[in-house]
């Protein structure tokens, strides 16, 4: 007899799983909303504010739930090709990826309690996993493992510091052992883009071109940037390390530069109106 089993491919970010404690809002709900786009001031993450311990939470918990669809997302695109469209050993990759973030899933939910904060206290847009639905698996690993796990490497980067300027060990700890995955996780989407892409440069430069929309989105109007001013600040030498061309960060960086003038010119023309 002939079993034939089928589980879908392609789950749409409605299908997830989550509980009652989780708050879904979209991403455009996401980034209408101006605590994360700055009112127009710098905003860094300065132990010496008070309501930085509040950012930091909020951010926390952009992490965890960041880490649970990265996990999904990792799983999805495991699953969601058979080995014409992705060598099996990218699959063993993103099959590592997963017990990768499954583990940042768990610290990051201890994180939150070490800094006093719990599930669903914040609410959960599902952008990245949105980003981890393109039907082609090429977009997945420049939208995914490049621009928002290279995001991840700035933030992880962030935190990492702050954490040295609130001497709290606990975070720092955590952070830099995220940070390295992070890394790996990034160097496995510029090796297997490469590696499919080798004989398409066509279907590399569109991918490409996704990943830049995505990166454009994540400089959150520049908040990321390579000053001390920056709330998000650019890990120039990790990224590296995670097979990002020089030119490519400078890209970004010029892209978060134009983006924070704008904001800052916007703000000015404002205070000049009142
Ligand atoms: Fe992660
Ligand atoms: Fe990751």
């Not at 007899?1 to 455009?28: C, K, N, V």
């Not at 050993?89 to 017990?99: E, F, G, I, S, T």
């Not at 899933?105 to 070490?114: A, F, N, T």
């Not at 997945?140 to 709290?168: H, Q, S, Y």
Request: glycine share 6%; aromatic share 8%.
């Amino acid at each position: 007899m002939d079993y034939h089993f089928h589980m879908r491919t392609q789950l749409p970010p409605s299908a997830l799983a989550r509980d009652e404690r989780f708050h879904r809002i979209t991403t455009e709900e996401r980034f209408a909303d101006e605590r994360l786009n700055g009112a127009g001031e710098d905003r860094r993450m300065d132990p010496a504010s008070s309501e930085s311990a509040d950012r930091a939470r909020r951010q926390m918990h952009g992490i965890f739930v960041g880490e649970i669809q990265a996990l999904e997302g990792a799983g999805r695109t495991a699953f969601d090709y058979d080995t014409s469209e992705t060598p099996f050993a990218m699959k063993l990759d993103m099959a590592r990826q997963c017990w990768d973030e499954a583990r940042h899933v768990e610290i990051s939910l201890l994180l939150g309690d070490h800094m006093g904060t719990d599930v669903g206290e914040y609410s959960e847009a599902v952008t990245l996993f949105e980003a981890a639905c393109h039907p082609d698996p090429v977009f997945r690993l420049a939208g995914v493992n490049r621009a928002l796990e290279g995001l991840a490497i700035d933030v992880f980067t962030t935190m990492r510091d702050f954490a040295i300027e609130m001497n709290d060990q606990v975070l720092y700890f955590a952070e830099d052992w995220m940070l390295a995955d992070e890394v790996t996780h990034v160097k496995m989407g510029s090796n297997w883009l490469r590696e499919i892409t080798k004989n398409d440069k066509e279907r590399q430069t569109q991918a490409l071109e996704f990943q830049r929309t995505v990166d454009g989105l994540f400089n959150f109007r520049g908040m990321r940037g390579e000053g001390r001013e920056a709330s998000i600040r650019l890990a120039r030498k990790f990224r590296e390390m995670a097979g990002f061309a020089t030119e490519e960060i400078d890209e970004i960086a010029a892209m978060a530069t134009a983006d924070r003038e704008a904001r800052l010119a916007a703000s000015s023309a404002t205070a000049t109106a009142i």
